[in-house]
């Protein structure tokens, strides 16, 4: 459990136990896969206790599936975080990672201005496992979690460390349940990797502004939902998801550098959502590159009726910034500056 009263200098990481493969077993009567108890985890990793430094555990009760996460559980632990920020110099969070990138995406809008590191991390097979990928991205994270340049945490932001790579949290996607390489950062560079050494990308790391606070927010509005693109979708669909009822933004999944068909119908549909409060977001479907409604004909008449550009946003950043965007701003002209801003690196 935490040690609220600590005094000593030596290097504090808080284990936060959420759920996930990593800490599941096999149960031998349904063959199916079961969280266990987190000192189970703890005794399969023997080498935590060559760590000079103190590692507490926090676990949640109940453990929750990653498939289950809800936005309330990204205000819990983003609560955790904060009730235990002035006693540990980092926090691992273990996580299951089928959503694990909208985990970080969250937790780097609920938590802006980070000083030191919380780091994502899980696996793809339970740590009691041979094979398991989950030893070395457990003892990597707590390392880059403790790590210090200059007297400072290296790495002071939400991140993702999976397989050798330290990913920076809202940039992040999983994008394979094959292997263990399950993560890409398309359109940013990695923050660290892994090999003999751990290899830092300074350039590449976002640093929190000089003696602000770090800023707790526990309002998310989910009133959100995606309309992908797709050839030969039709009216009766798009009308259909925009006029959901309490709807407030959507994002659009278009194609390429943020193309999408100049149906009459379909122009005049978003319109009339966006002229009657609503917001449109325009993502690409491709993971690498940006949206530039200016670049083709067919985005910019998007642009026209008032849709506005995601750049380079992955859906998981896109979703959670909504929310966040839509619980914390009221009016539509806050709301569209913040969209328009990058709040905390999830846009170029």
Request: hydrophobic residues 40%; charged residues 20%; negative net charge.
């Amino acid at each position: 459990m935490p040690n609220k009263e600590r005094t000593d200098e030596a290097r504090a990481i808080l284990i936060i136990y959420t759920g996930g493969t990593i800490g599941m077993v096999k149960d031998p009567v349904s063959g199916l896969l079961k969280p266990l108890d987190f000192q189970h985890l703890l005794n399969q990793i023997p080498e935590l206790k060559q760590f000079g430094f103190i590692i507490d555990t926090l676990t949640f009760d109940p453990v929750v599936d990653s498939s289950e996460i809800q936005p309330g559980f990204w205000i819990k632990l983003a609560q955790t975080i904060y009730d235990h920020y002035g006693i540990y110099d980092g926090f691992v969070i273990l996580h299951g990672t089928d959503t694990m990138a909208f985990t970080a995406s969250a937790l780097s809008f609920l938590l802006r201005n980070l000083g030191k590191p919380v780091i994502l991390t899980g696996s793809q097979l339970p740590i009691g496992t041979l094979r398991t990928d989950g030893k070395e991205n457990l003892i990597s994270s707590i390392e880059i979690a403790a790590d210090t340049y200059n007297g400072n945490p290296v790495v002071p932001e939400v991140c993702i460390y999976f397989e050798y790579k330290l990913f920076k949290g809202n940039r992040t996607t999983k994008y394979s349940a094959e292997t263990f390489n399950a993560f890409q950062s398309p359109n940013y560079p990695l923050l660290a990797e892994s090999g003999v050494h751990i290899q830092y990308n300074h350039d590449a790391i976002t640093k929190p502004e000089d003696n602000k606070p770090v800023l707790l927010t526990k309002k998310l509005n989910t009133n959100v939902t995606f309309l992908k693109l797709y050839p030969g979708i039709s009216e009766k669909v798009v009308n259909s998801i925009l006029h959901i009822d309490g709807l407030e933004a959507v994002i659009l999944e278009t194609y390429g550098a943020g193309n999408a068909p100049r149906l009459p119908w379909f122009i005049n549909a978003l319109s009339a959502f966006i002229q009657k409060g609503g917001i449109i977001v325009n993502i690409s479907q491709c993971m690498v590159g940006l949206v530039d409604m200016a670049q083709y004909e067919t985005g910019n008449t998007l642009h026209q009726i008032g849709v506005i550009s995601g750049r380079d946003m992955t859906p998981e950043a896109a979703v959670t910034k909504l929310m966040f965007v839509l619980g914390t701003a009221s009016s539509i002209s806050k709301r569209k500056s913040l969209l328009e801003l990058s709040i905390c690196g999830e846009i170029s």
